[in-house]
């Protein structure tokens, strides 16, 4: 029904910055959530932040003040810019939506972020 596509991961060093953007096709839902998700090698997927289609943000406290999310309805794109990266942000990441009707969760395929010297 949904189908999600990353795109924008790569290789930075530390202090730079990345803007991931996640696609949606298909049947998208008038009132969801979408948001990014990401996952180190042994350890457990984690929340990064997410939206709400009425406009509300969450982040998670360790990418505070440094990552922004947005979202182009029109395009059925959301964003995460991230900035001021250190190499604990290095992980998969991952798209994630959440329609509120059928609450399921559907996932991109991830993009790899590496921030290194």
């Known amino acids: 029904q949904v189908q999600l596509v990353e795109s924008g991961g790569g290789l930075v060093q530390p202090g730079g910055s990345l803007t991931l953007s996640c696609a949606a096709s298909?049947?998208?839902?008038?009132?969801?959530?979408m948001g990014w998700h990401r996952q180190a090698p042994g350890k457990q997927r984690e929340l990064v932040a997410n939206m709400f289609s009425t406009g509300v943000r969450n982040y998670a406290d360790f990418v505070k003040g440094r990552f922004s999310i947005s979202r182009d309805n029109a395009k059925n794109t959301i964003y995460l810019q991230m900035n001021s990266l250190t190499p604990e942000d290095s992980a998969v990441y991952y798209c994630n939506y959440r329609p509120f009707v059928r609450p399921v969760d559907y996932w991109g395929q991830g993009t790899q972020v590496t921030v290194s010297t």
């Open positions: 298909g049947s998208i839902a008038s009132f969801n959530v």
